[in-house]
């Protein structure tokens, strides 16, 4: 019998990452609005969102890295580049907000319709418990060590230098994805291998 070919191999890894994030999605709103509220508080506000905020900084510490690190000749330029054009459309993004909020908002959000409104943590469920899971760096502090990290790991590689960092930090890229994909989004097909 043949071994299923290469391009089969590729049809049987799975769904792609925006389908799965849409997942998530729709199974976050139905577990909100049809789990036991039991549930919701153990599970959904105690333990996944500690666990959620604990990754979030080794992903941009990982993935961040490695996208600049394997940036060739250029690589400050281009980011550079990318963190002006970043900053530059929250700053845009920003402006229009608040001149849309100045001229628009007080004709139809009056003080008593504020104050009717209240306080909306008031209605957010509070967990039975809190786990002291305290991330290893803010969001902050990670993507600044990941800008420095990359930056200066790229212009080490031009130099023939720095392989054996940016084997460690790419190996920590593939453990955080395999952290995703079990334990956040779906296990992935792809990351067993095979018993042929």
């Known amino acids: ?28 709103i139905a577990f909100g609005l049809y789990a036991p509220e039991f549930f919701n508080r153990c599970v959904v506000s105690a333990l996944f969102s500690s666990f959620l905020m604990f990754v979030i900084p080794l992903m941009i510490l990982a993935f961040v890295t490695i996208g600049i690190a394997d940036l060739s000749q250029g690589a400050g330029k281009l980011l550079g580049v990318t963190a002006a054009i ?7 993004a920003g402006s229009i907000a608040y001149i849309v909020a100045i001229n628009f908002f007080p004709s139809f959000i009056t ?13 957010m469920l509070r967990p039975f418990f809190t786990i002291p899971l305290t991330p290893l760096l803010d969001v902050t502090a990670a993507v600044a060590f990941a800008f420095i ?9 031009g130099k023939k230098g720095g392989a054996a960092i940016y084997g460690v930090l790419s190996d920590l890229s593939d453990i955080v994805n395999m952290v995703l994909q079990g334990a956040i989004f779906f296990p992935s097909t ?7």
């Open 111 to 123: 003080h008593s319709v504020a104050e009717s409104i209240g306080d909306p943590e008031a209605g």
């Open 149 to 157: 990290l990359g930056i200066c790991i790229s212009a080490m590689r």
């Open 86 to 92: 970043s900053y530059g459309s929250t700053l845009l």
């Open 190 to 196: 792809s990351a067993a291998p095979s018993s042929i």
């Open 1 to 28: 019998m043949e071994p299923p070919r290469g391009d089969d191999q590729e049809k049987k890894k799975g769904i792609g990452l925006v389908p799965k994030l849409l997942i998530a999605i729709a199974l976050g």
